[in-house]
Each structure stands twice: as C-alpha cells, then as structure tokens.
C-alpha cells in the first residue's frame, strides 16, 4: 500500500528520520551487537583482559543445573499465569457481554489493575501473604499449612503467579471483550433456534470463534511473564528461596550484576534474543499481521 | 439476548462482583493499611476498616520517607518518575510521528530499509540488551540524569507504526488540496496532519505515560543517587525482607501513591487508554 501523492525531497525524509535512526542505531542495534559479540569472550576475573572463546560461554551455560531451573522455572511460571489470567478473565469477559445494567461500571473496575507497575503489583500480593503480618496467611495458618513464601519455593511461586495473573486478567479481559463483541449475534441467534443452550453454544460457537482473541493473548501473556514480570520477582522474592524463582531474564540480570560474569550474562541475551524473535514471528505469522509491506 | 433467562442475569452481576471484589481487595488492603500505625500492621491486628493514621502518614511519606533508608521523601521521587514518563511520553510521539511521516509521505531510497530498521526494533527488549546498554550509557556520562532514564526508552516501533498505520488512512486528496494551495511539507504536516492525528496523539500518550511510570528495570540500573530514583524503585528500597523493622505503613502509603497517577489517567481517560491499548497491539 503506498500513497499516490507524496513529496519530493531529497533530503527532509533523512532528517525526519535522523532522532528514530540514530536513537535506534545507539540504544538497541550497537548494544544488542555488543551482547552478541560478548557472549563469545571470555573475561579474566578483574575484568582487565578478554579472550575470544568461541561457543565456551554457551557450552558452559547448558552446563548449569541452574540454567536449566531457570528454564523451568520460566515454563512454569508462564504456563500458570497463563492458564489462570486467561480463564479468569474470559469468564468475567463472557458475563460482562450480557446487557446489564452498570456495565460500563464493571468494565471500568476490572481494567484500571493494567496500571499498576509490576513491582508495585508485587508489593501488593506479599503484603497480603506475609509469613507474619499478612493479613490471608493468617487463615490459611489456621488451616494448619506453614505458609512461608520467604523460605518456601512453592509458596513463592504461587505468590508469583497470584500478582503477576492479578495484573494481567484485565488486558485479557479488555480484548476477550471486544472479541466477544465482533461475534455476530445472527450466529448465536441461530443456534438458540436450533435448541442449544448458553453453555453449549458457548463451547461450540463462542469459544472457537474466539480462538485467534485466545491465541493472540497467549503469546501476549507469555511475553509480558518473561519479561515484565521482573519487576514483580525483583520485588516479592528477589528470585529466591535459593534462586528457585529465578526466571531466564533475572539470571541475565542476577548473573551480570551480582555474579560479575558478562559473557555467561551477554550468552543468555543472545538467547532471549532468539526466544523473542521466535515469539514475535508466532505473532505475526498466525496472529493479525500487522505490517503489509 | 437470545431468550431472557433471570437466573443467567443474576449469576453474571454475581461473577462480576466477585471478579470486582478480588480486583479490589490487595489495593483496599495498601489504603487501609496507608492509614494505620506501625505497630498496629506488625502485630497483624490490621482490622479491614481505615485507622486514624492517614494524615501522619502521607505526610511522613511524602515529605520525609522512611526513617532507616537513606530517608528520601517519597514527594521528589514522584517528581521524578513524572519527569520520566511525561519525557517518556512526549519523546516517543515526537520522533515516532516524524518517522511515519517520513515513510509514508516521501519516496527515498532505503525507505522500506528505514521502515524494517525500526521495526525489528520490536523484537530487542531492554530486558535482553541490559548491560551494553547500560556501559553505552555510563560511557556517555548519562548514568544519574533524566536524559539518561529517558532517551534509551522512546526508540520503539510501535508509535511509528500506529501513526503509519493512521496516516495510511488520510485521504490522498487531502495532501493533493494542500499542494493545489501551495503548501510545502512542513506546511502540511503542521496544519493538516497533526490536527487530524489529534486522538491517536492522545491515545498513544495514555499508553506511554503508563508504560514510562511504571518503569521498573531499566531506572533500577542507571539510578545510584537516591535523588534520582523514581517512586517504584524507591517502594522494592523500603521492603527489607528478612527484617522486622520495614516500616510497612509508609511502605504501602508509597504504593498507593505510586499507583495513583497511572489509575486515574486509566479511569478517567478510558476511551483513549482503550483505544491505544488496541491500537498499539494491532
């Protein structure tokens, strides 16, 4: 697609496009070859001197047992926010499609969480499940659990996922929404003639003619779990008990400040680097396309 | 509706409150608790109505921050995280909008080369460029300023590509009038264009003041001055946690104040903030 009428100039679209170029070329292409060239040396322990390694710095990553918890880690944690924020807010979704009265009320109460930082979204959800002061572990003491996300690995990922699903459900419920509401009515209409009922029309109609909404968030979800979700991790566990909650974008993080060691860091962004390509490409080859060039 | 059943109507209102209710209740907590004294919230007798600590509080938060951190008043770091997204907001509009001007507009060699440049753009996330980014930065004396925090975060291929995507909608003979009248580029741009691109404009900015608030990594590494942190830096600051002396009510008086001003711009904007949230991700 392309205009009939346009300008001619030989030089303003160049200075149009200077401040994009040279921000660009600065801040994502000179580092992002600078991580790719990295990940290859190898620094000595004061960081006065590096080699050229070859693949050393990944071979020495599939190494770790820790890389691979990470990975884990990862999986799990985006399956299960997954899961939850799209269930949730597809229910919520279905219901607030009906005509209600305060509709629009619901709608503006369910979607203002998007707002609120990760981080802050973290601090929320540990004040609530604090081993000592929070005010639901009291219950669930009660009930006899020791409930302790600060020393317990699975308490702290069920805390992970409870924030970071909290954040998410109202995206997700904001385009299940208006999914629900391109579905022609003729259709449902039709099937309510034939004799199906709301929850068979939903699983035989509704919800297939959903599946590129549903698809889409999916990728959605998972993105923001591998790379928003630091903020919350950094805030509620700091990765831990004993790294069990780090996911593959705080050990970049962890192992580049903490530990020192910017080849295995700059390894691991190379790798993340690919991982978001590939999801960005499921994107938009199944997904909408975005671009028509 | 297809057949008007009362039990469906009563179970949605009934989903939905709940829905409502357990969306509510972790920021009903961080109010109650904003309103409550030390001691009360350590010893876990929080009740679930507000105290009579809300002044105290706000005030110590604002103005004084906490007692054992480096004690930097939770007012200047709103300052700060203001400066940040509005830089953040403006910044990303302003050379996005120039950008989609200039692809759409004119014919030049490497146009569809500049078009792809900014896009793959999409797919390097600071979270995966993190410490070349950061050297880049230290090396340009950068580390500790607003530039800084700012510029590295307005590069991005999703403000070009809405405004690209909008100006592909503007009617041919809009620009063809223009030219008939003897108008030049710059001419157009200012008089035809901008007017007509006033709400994408906006929606694009609710968007951005959010995602540049909300900042968590990226000022996490460049700040080291306590003067330069923003509010949801200085919130993870307050929380120490092994140790029983985070003073949790002006902890959670800072993370109602740090959730303030992107919620409101959310409930009273909506329209926009929803029509930018489709249209970012279209």
Known sequence: MEKRAIFSSKTLPYLLLLPQLAITFIFFYWPASQAIWQSFLLEDAFGLSSEFVGFENYRTLFEQPEYYRAMVTTAVFSTAVAILSLSCALLLASQADKQLRFGQGYKTLLIWPYAVAPAIAGVLWIFMFHPTLGMVSRPIKTMGIDWNPMLNANHAMILLVFAATWKQISYNFLFFLAGLQAIPKSVIEAAAIDGAGPLRRFWTIVFPLLSPTTFFLIVVTVVYVFFETFGTIDAVTGGGPAGQTTTLVYKVYSDGRLGGDLGSSAAQSVILMLIVIGLTAIQFRYVERKVQY | ?282
């Open chain 2, 1 to 282: 509706m297809v057949e008007n059943r009362p039990y469906a109507k009563f179970l949605a209102y009934l989903v939905l409150t709940i829905g409502v209710i357990i969306v509510a209740f972790p920021v009903y907590l961080a109010v109650i608790a904003s309103t409550n004294d030390s001691a009360t919230i350590s010893n876990g007798n929080m009740s679930l109505l507000p105290g009579d600590q809300a002044g105290v509080n706000y005030y110590r938060t604002l103005f004084q921050g906490t007692a054992r951190t480096s004690g930097e008043a939770v007012g200047s770091m709103m300052v700060n995280s203001f400066i940040m997204a509005m830089g953040i907001a403006f910044g990303k509009i302003l050379i996005s909008i120039l950008s989609a001007f200039a692809v759409v507009y004119f014919n030049f060699p490497f146009r569809k080369t500049a078009f792809w440049i900014i896009f793959i753009t999409l797919m390097l996330p600071v979270e995966v460029r993190i410490y070349p980014t950061y050297k880049i930065v230290a090396d340009l004396g950068m580390l500790d300023t607003y530039t800084g925090l700012i510029l590295p975060l307005i590069a991005s291929a999703t403000g070009t590509l809405l405004f690209r995507q909008f100006f592909m909608t503007v009617p041919d003979e809009l620009l063809e009038a223009s030219k008939i009248d003897g108008a030049g580029a710059f001419r157009f741009f200012k008089d035809t264009l901008i007017p007509l691109s006033i709400t994408t404009i906006a929606a694009l900015f609710v968007i951005q003041f959010i995602y540049g608030w909300n900042q968590y990594l990226w000022p996490l590494l460049i700040t080291t001055k306590s003067s330069m942190q923003t509010v949801v830096i200085g919130i993870k600051k307050m929380l120490t946690t092994q140790d029983v002396l985070t003073e949790w009510q002006i902890a959670m008086t800072t993370a109602v104040l740090a959730m303030l001003p992107p919620v409101l711009v959310v409930i009273f904007m909506q329209r926009l903030f929803v029509k930018g949230l489709v249209e970012t991700e279209k």
